[in-house]
């Protein structure tokens, strides 16, 4: 099951983004459902990633030839040598309505 995680980290407050309740996941097919105002909401960042890595962090890219993904963060149970946590860019193909 497809589950974004929720955007508790206190930085979050600086980073807006829809409630994930503007939008629909469909669990069948992995595809986020979403009108174009929705999509519009999101930061895009086609050509890179976000700073501010964070769990639950979302934004949309859109590659060349017009797709459309919903990205977002989410954290592993993994570390790196300095005690920080690793993170997963995790996506979802938008269908726009």
Known sequence: MIEIPEMIHPLGKYWEQPSKSEFTIDQLSDYAIMSEEV???????????PSGV???????SV????????KWYEST???DKNGD????????EIIII
């Open 39 to 49: 999509f519009k909401k999101f930061k895009n960042y086609s050509s890179s990633i």
């Open 54 to 60: 964070y769990n639950g962090k979302m934004w949309v």
């Open 77 to 79: 149970n993994d570390f």
């Open 63 to 70: 590659y060349g030839n017009g797709t459309k993904y919903l």
């Open 85 to 92: 946590r690793w993170f997963n860019v995790r996506q979802l």
